[in-house]
């Protein structure tokens, strides 16, 4: 029958030369586990990062209704708000990318018109009535 080779706990010690070979594996396992370690957290503190930042400072080239504009430095905003005929304006407001002009129309109702600049169009036409 064939022998099955168990460890003996009498196991007789390495030569010098293989105890050498067996330390620098093992120190080579050390220092291959810590670079794999740090490289592990440095990707887990991107990941931690990005999430952790503003998204109006990653999305600023894509605007959306009510989401606070990215202005060039060097180049104004220019844009036209085309109000109905016959409306006259008694108060302009600005909260962020939109205009809201107050006023009467044509026909003598009170009007407030929001412009939002974002998407270059009048978002909302509201009459008020005063009562």
């Known amino acids: 029958m064939s022998q099955v080779n168990q ?22 396992l050390a220092v291959s586990i ?7 957290m ?10 952790t930042q503003d998204d109006a400072a990653s999305g ?19 844009a036209v708000a085309t109000l109905p005929q016959g409306f006259e304006v008694e108060s302009v407001a600005l909260d962020g990318n939109r205009v809201g ?3 009467r129309a044509a026909d003598g ?3 407030l018109m929001v412009y ?4 270059g169009r009048m978002v909302s036409d509201i009459v008020v009535i005063a009562r």
């Open 7 to 28: 460890d003996d706990p009498d196991e007789k010690p390495l030569d010098p030369e293989m105890e050498k070979v067996r330390r620098k594996m093992v120190r080579l």
């Open 34 to 40: 810590g670079i794999m370690f740090i490289g592990l």
């Open 42 to 51: 440095t990707v887990l503190g991107a990941i931690v990062y990005k999430f």
């Open 60 to 78: 600023g080239d894509q605007l959306t209704a009510g989401s606070p504009m990215a202005l060039p430095g060097d180049a104004p905003v220019e």
């Open 101 to 103: 002009f107050f006023g």
């Open 109 to 111: 109702s009170r009007r």
């Open 116 to 119: 939002d600049v974002s998407v």
